[in-house]
């Protein structure tokens, strides 16, 4: 076993630096920064990486692939972990999904809603979603279509298993600050738009390493913040994937 808190110390300095450019962000914002929560997303990072952030106090992470919960929370299993899946989820990984994850921020068809309502059932389990929404129109990018929006949360109203709580996005990649806020802004004035139809949507999850300044002054309530915190993903950190 490698000595984590020495491998991984320098999570506690980009940690803090994380949370002090929030709270500049929040400043400049005009707004209050206990509003905007930090999701560190440790995918690609071995369970001995998020070992060390939870000493830093952290305990909720975001991932984008089930395998990699999967794997790391066995390997941290009794450990009072969150696992937040934030990528493109498959059918077929919903039961692992209904076993060991506490929230999806992607949830974008209602094809997945519906195997995950199921596989929460047999489980009895509740969890929180956030739905995805396409506000870029990069091919690469997953998320439902804005105005498909509507129709969606009025039909989830249906579903017990899943806890409607607000939206995500992924803003375009851009050298163009207006243009990566002009995302973020679409996804606020969506939400903004529901909540008048009478849908509870407190959450909105928008902004990550590079671009979390702008999500702020439009109003994220919370950031997933990957390389900012866990460095770089790159084949040099190879040992500390799960394949
Ligand atoms: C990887 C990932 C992030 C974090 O990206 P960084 O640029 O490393 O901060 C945020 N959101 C999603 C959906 C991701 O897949």
């Not at 996804?187 to 702020?216: C, K, N, T, V, Y």
């Amino acid at each position: 076993m490698t000595d984590s808190s020495n491998e991984f110390s320098y999570l506690a300095e980009n940690w803090a630096a994380v949370r002090g450019r929030v709270d500049a962000a929040c400043r400049d914002a005009g707004r209050d920064p206990a509003e905007v929560s930090i999701l560190p997303v440790s995918k690609t990072f071995g369970p001995e990486a998020v070992r060390a952030a939870m000493a830093l106090g952290l305990h909720r992470f975001g991932e984008n692939k089930v395998q990699e919960v999967r794997s790391k929370a066995e390997a941290l299993a009794g450990e009072p972990l969150e696992w937040v899946v934030i990528g493109h989820l498959q059918t077929n990984k919903a039961k692992d999904v209904a076993r060991l994850v506490s929230e999806v921020q992607s949830l974008d068809r209602l094809e997945l809603a519906e195997v995950l309502q199921r596989r929460l059932e047999i489980e009895d389990r509740a969890i929180d979603v956030l739905i995805e929404v396409k506000t870029s129109p990069e091919e690469s990018k997953h998320g439902l279509a804005p105005g498909q929006l509507p129709a969606l949360l009025d039909t989830l109203r249906g579903y017990n298993r899943l806890r409607v709580r607000g939206l995500m996005t992924l803003a375009v990649q851009s050298d163009d600050p207006a243009a990566v806020r002009a995302c973020f802004r679409q996804l606020r004035q969506l939400r903004d738009a529901e909540q008048a139809r009478g849908h509870d949507l407190p959450r909105l999850s928008m902004g990550m390493s590079g671009d979390f300044p702008l999500a702020i002054a439009e109003g994220a309530t919370e950031i997933r913040v990957g390389t900012a915190i866990f460095g770089v993903r790159h084949v040099s950190n190879i040992r500390h994937r799960i394949e």
